[in-house]
């Protein structure tokens, strides 16, 4: 069984930073990526960032240079560094990790964005 457990998430003003991290745990050898996904009210959950075991990254368009996604491998942690948030960013932050062809999820975590 996957476990991940995600941390990170609140309430920030428009400009500001937040880092989300996701600590995976259980049956995860052989797994090949990990990232994460957001979903907002009404909206269909799309892709942010993603990371391979090989440590090969990418992200969606709509990052456009405002996050970073990054691991500690010694314990199966992903981070990623968001910055300048604006209220579009405000959504729920699912981590995942792919292993054998599938997508395990976290319960996700809240980020809010004022304006």
């Known amino acids: 069984q996957v476990h991940l457990e995600e941390s990170g998430g609140g309430l920030v003003q428009a400009g500001e930073s937040l880092r989300l991290a996701c600590a995976a745990s259980?049956?995860?050898?052989?797994?090949?990526?990990m990232g994460w996904y957001r979903q907002a009210p009404g909206n269909q959950r799309e892709f942010i960032a993603g990371?391979?075991?090989?440590?090969?990254?990418n992200y969606a368009d709509f990052v456009q240079g405002r996050c970073t996604i990054s691991r500690t491998i010694r314990t199966n942690t992903v981070y990623l560094q968001m910055n300048s948030l604006n209220p579009d960013d405000t959504a729920v932050y699912y981590c995942?990790?792919?292993?054998?062809?599938?997508?395990?999820w976290g319960q996700g975590t809240q980020v809010t964005v004022s304006s």
């Open positions: 995942f990790l792919r292993r054998l062809n599938t997508n395990f």
């Open positions: 259980g049956t995860i050898s052989g797994y090949t990526a």
């Open positions: 990371i391979t075991v090989g440590g090969h990254t």
